[in-house]
């Protein structure tokens, strides 16, 4: 069974943010799959490149985490809104 993808043939929702995100905290991709493992995510930074290219798909626990480490509601990393 194929795996969802949106309208336009990406895999997760949240690239853009991730990395506008992760720029705006002056944050590395390497700096970031450290911070998320201390918060028991385990990726690395390859695994930041590729959901930032919309290669990976991103599970509900890591849209969570990134949430936590950004101080952002996980709509805003969904839908780029805040309630």
């Not at 930041?48 to 709509?75: G, M, P, W």
């Amino acid at each position: 069974m194929p795996k969802p993808r949106t309208s336009s043939g990406e895999k997760n929702l949240i690239s853009t943010r991730l990395k506008e995100l992760r720029e705006m905290h002056s944050m590395s991709q390497r700096d970031l799959a450290s911070a998320l493992q201390l918060l028991g995510i385990d990726m690395d930074k390859n695994v930041i490149t590729r959901i930032e290219t919309n290669k990976r798909y991103v599970t509900d626990l890591e849209i969570q985490a990134l949430s936590k480490l950004f101080h952002v509601s996980c709509d805003y990393l969904i839908n780029g809104t805040n309630e």
